[in-house]
């Protein structure tokens, strides 16, 4: 599976952006499907993800209220929706694919993603 990430770029505070990743190469639908991102200096981080009934969806604290994570399965293509950003939410971010179906509490570990995209840059000024 190769996943693509797109949508990154300069905004200011308060701005909002979408992020795309576009799977090919494997079962899209059938996969749980998440975000990370790193910031300089720091450790690669969970933000979101969902599995692959759309029903379920699991947030890292800092983003939610303000980050939405979807996904078209007939598009074979995942989405993150980011709202109200914060210079904090500087970071490259990660599109992230798994077969596993953890556990809700789980899914934020790395352990479970098979496949990882290449990161798209998210800067955002303040």
């Known amino acids: 599976v190769q996943l693509q990430a797109s949508g990154g770029g300069l905004v200011q505070a308060g701005d909002s952006l979408t992020l795309s990743c576009v799977a090919s190469g494997g079962t899209f639908s059938t996969m749980l499907v998440g975000w990370f991102r790193q910031a300089p200096g720091n450790e690669r981080e969970f933000v979101a993800a969902?599995?692959?009934?759309?029903?379920?969806?699991n947030y890292a604290h800092s983003v939610k209220g303000r980050f939405t994570i979807s996904r078209d399965n007939p598009k074979n293509t995942m989405y993150l929706r980011m709202n109200s950003l914060k210079p904090e939410d500087t970071a490259t971010y990660y599109c992230?694919?798994?077969?596993?179906?953890?556990?809700?509490?789980?899914?934020?570990?790395?352990?479970?993603?098979?496949?990882w995209g290449q990161g798209t840059l998210v800067t955002v000024s303040s």
């Open positions: 992230a694919a798994g077969r596993a179906n953890p556990a809700f509490g789980t899914m934020n570990l790395e352990r479970w993603y098979d496949y």
């Open positions: 969902i599995r692959l009934t759309s029903t379920t969806t």
